[in-house]
């Protein structure tokens, strides 16, 4: 018999969190057993519950508009098909035997499998579930391997992935208000340590580490501001929360003087012995966190990382992201390459440079003379939307000055020299 | 008659103060950077705890040396570059740069980068602090080195050469790159290829380093 109702709500949004949250703790009524598989969509074992199954859906969809959302539901005897059914037939409840004549005409999209294994299929005929649970199982798990054989029984309709309930979710917040306003920065930082206190005590008697903390200001011009802080390990110190707030609040101007103050944890973590991040070296991980704190209360956008990424184009070969203060680990499990001495490409302002050509090949650059060149590289990215090809070159200067120029659409640049 | 005697306790003291004054201090801890020749001509390697200033042309091999030292730093550690827009982290990783665990702090004022500097060593969670090439007052590099030295940090300045006044008084190891001699690939155009460079480093300057030394280095590209 079909039990699992799957709710699934497209236009929910990650950033959303609080309200879906929200909605998971009104679900509590339809379920005890819910399945929180991302946000937007959560999966209810209805086995014992009174009601038929529209009677199971028409609540589902009751609890969804009080709080604002369109839900598309489903009910399955599994919980693939319940997903299924809600996402290609709302409101729809397939009984165990109908289910893989009902799946057979879907696309292999409703597997949520890498697009390019999708290709893949497409490329060998295989385009609907129908098709893939045509295919004889062994052969086509020896060709794409263990998983396809999940896939393989989702598309007969089966699945024996069990629900894992949800985690119970924890609050610790603690505020601060209403006794006057605080104008100064020391009177922010008095009230901070006396909130961080409280919610450190809360935190000692559940025996969890919080992971990241908002702090919440109100101002008595009726302007609120929220400051998410993150650490680099779950914490429950006292002195490292204010630290690593301290840090990320330094230089903060406020508009009007600040009325309640209040800090939530967030990402807890069980209590215990902490994790032992510089393994070879004595630092601690929280000082990093308070040193990101300070750079980005000081420039208002956060220290970056660097990611090397493949690209045909200099310039494209990497890209930054917020360094992360949680990343305190020995690197990415990629073997480093050896500490060696090498050339280092230093990046200069691109800017127009007067070539002179001999025999196919730059003989001087706005007016100093070449001694030695390698090249040219043909690079043409985005051939097929608007050919612009670059050869790039190498080239010494008499004063031994090493640089990369190139020329693009007639006209040379200069681009980066080697130091 | 009287006579002016010491009195005895005072006396030894002021003769065990003369004679550990006069003592040769005793060598700062010693941090070998791993390029064999250059811990060589260093005598050991640079003090953990320093302002290091490192001058040179364009193509010196500036920045290649920096790079070795920040993939040394990133190995157990953290490091810091104060970017001016100028690195590339490609080579950077070519050269065993750990990226992961590399800050790299934008920035395009003079000013604006040696606070992120100051910040950084003042952290106290970096092994290695690279500033790039920049004018600044005698006062900020002074400073510079003392937070290195309170912190046991590396903070390597890159320069132009001649160094400027300010920072080489303020520096407490002053070394000189050189591009010795560019390799190209004998094979005939346009096959030829850039093979990488050899480098001197000299040692201008160093507390713990009598005379001047220099060492060798050859980088392949």
């Not at chain 2, 602090?129 to 046991?152: I, K």
Request: glycine share 8%.
């Amino acid at each position: 018999m079909a039990t699992i109702l799957c709710i699934d709500i497209p236009a929910c949004l990650p950033s959303e969190r609080g309200q879906w949250d929200a909605l998971l703790d009104a679900c509590d009524s339809l379920s005890p057993l819910l399945d929180d598989d991302r946000p937007g969509r959560v999966f209810a074992q209805m086995r014992g519950a009174l009601g038929t199954s529209q009677q199971w859906m028409d609540l589902a969809r009751e609890v969804c508009a009080a709080h604002g959302y369109r839900a598309h539901v489903g009910i399955g005897p599994n919980r693939f098909v319940a997903g299924v059914v809600a996402r290609y037939a709302d409101g729809a409840c397939w009984e165990e035997p109908q289910c893989a004549q009902r799946l057979a005409p879907l696309p292999l999209a409703a597997l949520a499998i890498d697009p390019a294994i999708i290709e893949r299929l497409s490329l060998l005929g295989v385009q609907t579930l129908g098709a893939l649970a045509a295919l004889p199982h062994g052969p086509f798990v020896r060709r794409f391997g263990a998983v396809a054989a999940t896939w393989h029984s989702r598309a007969r309709g089966i699945d024996a992935t069990p629900l894992r309930p949800r985690a119970r979710r924890c609050s610790i917040e603690a505020s601060l208000l209403g006794e006057g306003s605080v104008t100064t920065h020391d009177q922010v930082l008095f009230a901070l340590r006396s909130v961080i206190a409280q919610v450190v005590a809360d935190c000692e008697r559940a025996g969890l580490r919080a992971g990241r903390l908002d702090v919440h200001f109100e101002m008595e011009n009726g302007d609120a501001e929220d400051v998410p802080v993150a650490f680099a390990a779950p914490t429950a110190d006292a002195r490292t929360l204010f630290d690593v707030v301290r840090a990320r609040l330094e230089g903060h101007q406020f508009e009007a003087p600040i009325s309640t103050l209040r800090i939530r944890l967030h990402e807890f973590d069980e209590g215990g012995q902490d994790i032992a991040l510089f393994a070879d070296e004595s630092h601690d991980p929280q000082v990093l966190a308070a040193t990101l704190g300070r750079l980005r209360a000081r420039h208002g956008a956060p220290v970056q990382r660097a990611h090397v990424q493949e690209a045909h184009l200099l310039e494209h070969r990497y890209k930054y992201d917020a360094f992360p203060a949680a990343v305190v680990q020995k690197s990415t499990g990629v073997a480093l390459p050896d500490e060696a001495f090498i050339p280092q490409l230093r990046l200069l302002r691109v800017r127009e440079v007067q070539v002179l050509v001999a025999h196919g090949a730059p003989a001087s650059v706005d007016g100093r003379r070449v001694c030695a060149v390698a090249g040219p590289w043909r690079v043409n990215d985005g051939w097929f939307e608007a050919p612009m090809p670059r050869d790039e070159y190498d080239v010494q200067f008499e004063d031994a000055t090493l640089a990369r120029i190139y020329r693009q659409g007639g006209v040379w640049y200069l681009r980066a020299t080697y130091d | 008659m009287s006579a002016f005697v010491c009195e005895p306790p005072r006396y030894a003291a002021f003769e065990r103060l003369k004679t550990a004054l006069s003592a040769p201090s005793s060598p700062p801890p010693l941090r070998a950077t791993g390029l064999a020749c250059l811990d060589q001509a260093l005598e050991g390697g640079l003090p953990r705890g320093c302002l290091v200033a490192l001058e040179g042309r364009a193509s010196s091999g500036r920045y290649a040396l920096a790079a070795y030292l920040l993939a040394r730093a990133t190995r157990n550690g953290f490091a810091a570059i104060c970017d001016d827009g100028s690195w590339y982290p490609p080579a950077l990783a070519q050269a065993g740069v750990d990226l992961n665990r590399l800050l790299i702090v934008p920035g395009s004022e003079p000013l604006a980068l040696l606070r992120s500097a100051d910040l950084l060593i003042r952290g106290g969670a970096m092994a290695l602090v690279v500033v790039p090439p920049l004018r600044a007052r005698p006062a900020l590099w002074r400073r510079l080195r003392s937070l290195a030295q309170n912190h046991a940090t590396w903070a390597l300045a890159l320069a132009a050469t001649p160094l400027e006044d300010g920072l080489a008084l303020a520096a407490d190891v002053q070394l000189r790159a050189q591009l010795e001699a560019p390799r190209w690939s004998a094979t005939p155009a346009p096959l030829t290829q850039f093979l990488g460079y050899d480098v001197r480093i000299d040692v201008l300057r160093a507390r713990h380093v009598r005379g001047r030394r220099s060492a060798y280095i050859s980088a392949v590209a």
